[in-house]
């Protein structure tokens, strides 16, 4: 049976539960306009509203969360008539495929998932099942479009494990190659983004001190006095990136600096070699406020019209639809399922 060969697709979802942050931008966003930018691959991003309910979301602010972060991608760079953009909820055949996998996942796969046992910790018997069925639900958001790359942080990579697994099975199994072994995007400078009080721990929403995160609605003077006061030691920059694989704080600071103005480590070390924090941090305050003040505009703007928004993502609902429906339909007749084909 030849090889078959697929149209180069990225597929990429963000949870939709508030609080986005300088990490969510370096780590996630950044990235994806610059997919968008090279042509090289169709891009579908999404915001997997399914699932943020695998736990519980107040029904209010998962509308605002799922608006705000279609504002972040529009405003990040995210053209949405080059690429798709929409939420997941809006997509059945996501919940449908999702059911299909869910018959060929093995429960075995599913209770090795690491944030399964993390987020369900010693209360598993509480947990949602769909909190458990979670990594399904993301392999079908992936292969529903025939994905060949999704780019992956270091939570997710046992997930995409679990994606090429359900898809090697599904083909094994019906004597197909009809899904794609879906290959990681790997990961570039400053992709994740640690807190600002800890150098150790990802940059997060759920810190307990604001002071740890820039957050996308922060103003300059909140950005300023957060790299002002981040934790740092009282050792000068050296003039080797290697050098600071030891001082976590120095390394977060350069690492955000260097994604920031979009140049290579050694480029920035050369620049700010002997520096002192002192003089180091206004710098990356005031490189910080000229990127993210204009993302932030325009993210006020679109959320002052939500209608906007709402448009938008029906009309990416419709484009993504067009893709997924004939690959939904090709997977029930493999899986000998009858139905309508119109």
Not at 60 to 82: C, Q
Not at 148 to 153: C, D, E, I, R
Not at 252 to 273: C, G, H, R
């Amino acid at each position: 049976m030849a090889e078959t060969q697929f149209a180069p697709r990225v597929f990429s979802g963000i949870q939709p539960s508030g609080g986005l942050t300088l990490g969510n931008y370096l780590g996630a966003l950044k990235r994806f306009s610059q997919m968008q930018e090279k042509g090289t691959h169709k891009c579908i991003f999404c915001m997997v509203d399914m699932h943020a309910i695998t736990v519980w979301q107040d029904p209010a602010a998962l509308t605002r969360s799922t608006r705000e972060v279609a504002a972040f991608f529009i405003a990040s760079g995210i053209d949405p008539e080059r690429s798709i953009l929409f939420n997941q909820s809006q997509v059945p055949e996501h919940a449908q495929l999702a059911w299909i996998f869910n018959c060929v996942a093995r429960m075995g796969w599913m209770g090795r998932m690491t944030q399964w046992k993390d987020k369900a910790g010693k209360n598993a018997e509480q947990a949602s099942l769909g909190l458990f069925a979670y990594p399904a639900l993301m392999a079908a958001d992936i292969l529903l479009y025939h994905a060949t790359h999704v780019p992956v942080g270091e939570d997710q990579k046992q997930h995409l494990e679990l994606t090429r697994d359900i898809a090697t099975k599904f083909n094994h199994d019906y004597g197909v190659d009809f899904f794609p072994i879906t290959e990681p995007v790997i990961e570039g400078t400053a992709t994740r983004v640690m807190s600002l009080r800890d150098g150790t721990k990802k940059m997060s929403k759920s810190d307990p001190s604001d002071m740890a995160r820039i957050n996308l609605a922060d103003d300059a003077d909140t950005i300023a006095q957060k790299f002002r006061k981040a934790r740092t030691d009282p050792d000068p920059l050296p003039d080797d990136y290697e050098s600071l694989s030891a001082r976590p704080e120095a390394k977060n600071l350069v690492d955000i600096y260097a994604a920031l103005s979009e140049q290579p480590t050694d480029k920035v070390m050369a620049e700010v070699a002997g520096m002192q924090f002192g003089t180091f941090k206004p710098r990356l305050a005031e490189l910080a406020v000229e990127v993210l003040s204009p993302m932030s505009a325009e993210m006020r703007r679109l959320m002052q019209n939500p209608d906007e928004i709402d448009a938008i993502l029906a009309r990416g609902a419709d484009r993504a639809r067009a893709i997924a429906t004939p690959i939904l339909r090709r997977t029930y007749d493999i899986v000998g399922m009858v139905g309508r084909q119109a």
